[in-house]
């Protein structure tokens, strides 16, 4: 059973995320925990990359897929990280570059 929240995050307030804040506090999982929950623009920065075989971006991308492969915890996270780099790495040889 999760602790009571303090009365001083039920009042109304007008900073809208307070029991939000709370829930951090007291070390809860954040919301959307389980998800792949990684930046849009380097995503798309990364295929942008593969389309135009931009010699400069696929290396940028090649070192952006690896240090989050080196960070990645989660088994569905390192499958994702895993398929990118790969994407990158066949673009790259692709270009004859490496």
């Known amino acids: 059973m999760p602790p009571e ?3 001083r995050y039920n009042q109304p307030v007008a900073h809208r995320h307070a029991r939000r804040n ?3 506090r ?4 954040p919301r959307y925990a ?3 929950m990684t930046r849009f623009k380097e995503l798309r920065r990364i295929e942008k990359a593969i389309e135009n075989k931009d010699i400069a971006e696929l290396q ?4 952006y897929c690896k240090m989050r492969l080196q960070i990645a915890t989660m088994k569905q996270h390192v499958k994702h990280w ?3 780099l790969n994407k990158v790495q066949a673009a790259l040889k692709g270009t004859d570059e490496i």
Do not use: M, Y
């Not at 007291?26 to 999982?29: C, D, E, G, L």
């Open 26 to 29: 007291v070390n809860r999982a």
């Open 82 to 84: 895993t398929e990118r």
């Open 34 to 36: 389980g998800k792949i």
């Open 60 to 63: 940028w991308s090649l070192s």
């Open 5 to 7: 929240i303090p009365e």
């Open 22 to 24: 709370w829930a951090k």
